[in-house]
């Protein structure tokens, strides 16, 4: 391994974080190796959620300022929801709410996430359908990172006799008899299931019941496969039932009343979610960052002219027809930066935000009513199905309105999903790019920073999204979104795409799309930066030596550092360590650079579709 690393590390501010591991072996390690350690008491798990983190501080900070005058009317939305967010919460304040809930004709998945998050205390969860109810119950059952009073909560199982003293919704809104039966149902099996499996017992704290947990919780140690089996009985229970069966475990405990507070940074964060689109007017107004798309339309240039270098390549033969489908859909790519329209006034633009939102109505002391409101706002935008989308942490597939992603159209936001986060994502309907504003702030994106480091951060970032127009699901779809049924043919008869496929599929599995477009984006970005071509911009002379190609790739690696322990494996990106090895994997630049032995080429066959 070559020395200059330690002097790349001392130009960049990095030396704390880095280790002198292998880069060979583990670059993760070597670029990220004492992040964690660092930054252990700051109130972010990763890189990418420091610029989140930064953004919500920035609006709670403007939206503490109070009303300024002549605000329009969504700007007051989203000042009363961030001021129910942080008024004193209680517990009689939950049971009534969830009185009302279980009263409604039908229960759908927004109550039960207004429900859930009233019964646990914990910031909005991710609207909720069937399919992923049992990650959420993972998710609660798991959580040890809370201080919460015990005597709040009561974990033994409910007895018939505190159950008819704890019923009182008559036979109005649920059958008495069928919730006991429900009930015993779940709660003897909990605390006698042990779940024959070869699982390890849990370690430490996962093995004590999880924060804020009100409900049943066994005398015996529990095992991962436990857990797993307790989740899944969890989610497939009932809506209404799930909050009659918290409402009734709440009453039972017994002990102080407390109130409690949200943060200040988790109510700017909901409230982010929740209006996205006022939050955004708010802070591009105090904050603009506008001016930074014509350099972003630049490096996107150049990263889309060395993937037409590749493409005019051929090396899968072919035939001009797919050839110039390919070009085509590469050409009219476009990259678009914010949620908000671009190219209209300012009164054109407030007319067009309180119109999506003239049938929201929030009331700055009403927290919980608030919320469901805004969630079922966001669940109107999901029901209509024109689009694909994909998010460069968690690849999605997403209904969104053709006529609200025009180039100078309002983009329709949903709660955890996309649009709500510093998160670029790829329109396949649209075949274009959506940029949040919120992701060019430090320490991805500064002002006037070296060109290296947009490239090898930004650059990697819009590579990556570039390429899910033609990952083995994207390709089949033409610039305007619609599916190619002769390429598809072509694609599927073509030797050599489909040699290399099966590679993507036996190395990654689902993970293909993510696992290509990361090592793509990769190759694209370190082209543009480093490879001459016609297009280029003016950048350093000394670009090329081995300092700033070791630069790069500590810089691209450095955005994936993140607290391993505390975050979840996406299942479509794997963990960020192997997202970071996995695309420098049989990357030749990355070898030559870090000296790493031939033999370590053959070893790590990379994949590549074109």
């Known amino acids: 391994m070559r020395f200059s690393l330690r002097w790349v590390a001392i130009a960049l501010g990095w030396l704390p974080i880095l280790v002198m591991a292998d880069p060979c072996l583990d670059f993760y390690a070597t670029a990220c190796g004492n992040w964690s350690a660092i930054h252990a008491d700051d109130p972010y798990r990763s890189l990418v959620g420091q610029l989140d983190y930064d953004y919500q501080e920035e609006l709670a900070e403007l939206l503490e300022r109070g009303k300024q005058d002549d605000e329009p009317r969504f700007l007051q939305l989203l000042r009363d929801f961030y001021a129910s967010c942080r008024r004193p919460l209680t517990k009689d304040q939950v049971l009534r709410v969830l009185e009302k809930l279980i009263a409604l004709e039908n229960v759908e998945d927004e109550e039960l996430t207004v429900g859930l998050t009233a019964a646990f205390r914990l910031e909005v969860l991710v609207e909720m359908e069937r399919h992923n109810m049992y990650d959420i119950w993972t998710q609660l059952l798991t959580r040890t990172d809370l201080d919460w009073d015990r005597n709040e909560t009561n974990r033994e199982p409910l007895s018939r006799q505190k159950f008819d003293l704890l019923w009182q919704f008559g036979e109005v809104y649920h059958d008495k008899e069928l919730a006991w039966r429900l009930l015993s149902n779940l709660e003897w099996p909990i605390m006698t299931n042990r779940v024959e499996d070869d699982d390890d017992e849990l370690p430490g704290s996962l093995g004590q019941p999880p924060a804020f947990w009100m409900l049943p919780w066994p005398k015996f140690k529990p095992?991962?496969?436990?857990?797993?089996?307790?989740?899944?009985?969890?989610?497939?229970?009932?809506?209404?039932?799930?909050l009659i069966y918290i409402y009734l475990r709440l009453k039972l405990a017994e002990g102080p009343t407390t109130s409690w507070r949200i943060e200040r940074a988790e109510c700017a964060e909901q409230a982010r979610q929740i209006l996205s689109h006022p939050a955004v007017w708010l802070m591009e107004k105090h904050h603009p960052r506008l001016k930074e798309e014509p350099l972003l339309q630049d490096v996107f240039q150049e990263l889309k002219q060395r993937f037409g270098q590749k493409l005019r390549a051929n090396r899968n033969n072919f035939s001009e027809r797919t050839q110039q489908y390919l070009l085509n859909k590469l050409e009219r790519m476009e990259l678009r930066l914010s949620v908000l329209p671009r190219n209209c006034s300012t009164k054109s633009l407030v007319r067009r935000i309180d119109r999506h939102y003239e049938d929201v109505y929030m009331n700055a002391t009403d927290y919980f009513t608030n919320l469901l409101a805004g969630l079922n706002h966001s669940s109107l935008q999901n029901d209509q199905d024109d689009n694909v989308s994909f998010n460069i942490w968690t690849m999605i597939a997403e209904p969104v309105p053709r006529e609200m992603t025009s180039r100078n159209g309002l983009f329709p936001v949903q709660v955890h999903r996309f649009g709500s986060f510093a998160s670029p994502f790829y329109m396949t309907a649209e075949n274009r790019l959506l940029v949040p504003l919120s992701l060019l702030g430090p320490p991805l994106y500064s002002a006037n920073q070296a060109d290296i480091l947009t490239y090898s951060g930004l650059g990697f970032v819009l590579g990556h999204e570039l390429t899910h127009g033609f990952d083995p699901d994207g390709v089949n779809f033409n610039s305007?979104?619609?599916?190619?049924?002769?390429?598809?043919?072509?694609?599927?008869?073509n030797g050599r795409f489909q040699r290399e496929l099966r590679c993507l599929n036996r190395k990654f599995g689902s993970r293909r799309d993510e696992?290509?477009?990361?090592?793509?984006?990769?190759?694209?970005?370190?082209?543009?930066?480093?490879?001459?071509?016609?297009?280029?911009?003016?950048?350093?002379?000394?670009?090329?030596?081995?300092?700033?190609?070791?630069?790069?790739?500590?810089?691209?690696?450095?955005?994936?550092?993140?607290?391993?322990?505390?975050?979840?494996?996406?299942?479509?990106?794997?963990?960020?360590?192997?997202?970071?090895?996995?695309?420098?994997?049989?990357?030749?630049?990355?070898?030559?650079?870090?000296?790493c032995p031939i033999s370590w080429n053959r070893r790590r066959q990379q994949c590549r579709l074109f």
């Open 515 to 595: 696992k290509f477009a990361d090592a793509n984006g990769l190759e694209l970005a370190y082209s543009a930066y480093f490879d001459t071509a016609q297009t280029d911009r003016k950048r350093d002379p000394l670009r090329g030596s081995t300092d700033q190609k070791q630069q790069f790739f500590l810089n691209f690696a450095q955005f994936f550092c993140s607290d391993e322990e505390a975050r979840e494996d996406g299942d479509d990106h794997g963990s960020d360590r192997e997202r970071v090895n996995d695309a420098v994997a049989n990357f030749e630049p990355f070898r030559e650079v870090f000296d």
């Open 480 to 493: 305007r979104g619609r599916a190619s049924h002769l390429v598809r043919r072509e694609l599927k008869r």
């Open 223 to 242: 095992t991962y496969g436990y857990l797993r089996w307790l989740a899944r009985s969890l989610a497939d229970s009932t809506n209404r039932f799930l």
